[in-house]
């Protein structure tokens, strides 16, 4: 568009607050209300709500059951429960808190990624009673679990806690930059493609990026 047919548009969207000219540079960048507009949107956002096409989309994609989790009261919560067209026996159902912590890729996902003031205080119940019961502690196999799910920006679990029974899981941010929910992908440990670059963790890293995308998250997965 040639600067003089442009610059009338420019003059209008000045004015209703869509965008403002820096006076040094002469450039143009958004405005008051349209940054108003943007945050109206993202507080409007219900995370669930977004993950549910992307999910779905993945479900049917990688032929698995995917789980969606939140942060509840008791620890991550399973909200809800997508199940791919094969039949996958998994006992699991919307309303089951995926405690302890390390003994499944969901809970290692919100152990890893959310704030330590959050998460610490169960960490460290379940490490003490651990070791009431066995005599051991295991707060350094712990921090290792931990840093490998920071590490790959994904928590993995072969075998548990349902036993054969493989999965993956991967943490959404919003724009804030804070872990909303987890995408946690399950499936029979015969067929389940447990490589950490393999098809199955991509694609569920992708998902997770998408939906946060859709929160307004710049965050990349790597």
Partial sequence: MPPAKAHPYL??????GRIEQDALTGRYGLGPFSLQMGLTALHALDPLRAAMPEVAHLADDIQLNVAIAVWGNMGPT??????????????????TVMVPLMMSATGRCF???LPDRVVQPLLQDELARLAAESGQSSTEATEQAIGEVRRHRLARALG???PGINA??????NDNGKMTLALTAMGPAGTFDTGW???????????????ARRLGSTESMG
């Fill in 11 to 16: 003059v209008s969207f000045g004015k209703l």
């Fill in 78 to 95: 399973v909200v809800h429960i997508e199940e791919c067209n094969k039949q996958i026996h998994v006992n699991m159902r919307p309303g």
């Fill in 111 to 113: 152990a890893a990624f």
């Fill in 160 to 162: 548990f806690p349902i």
């Fill in 168 to 173: 993956f899981s991967a943490p959404v941010f």
């Fill in 197 to 211: 670059d393999g098809t199955t963790a991509r694609r569920v890293k992708a998902c997770a990026e998408a939906i």
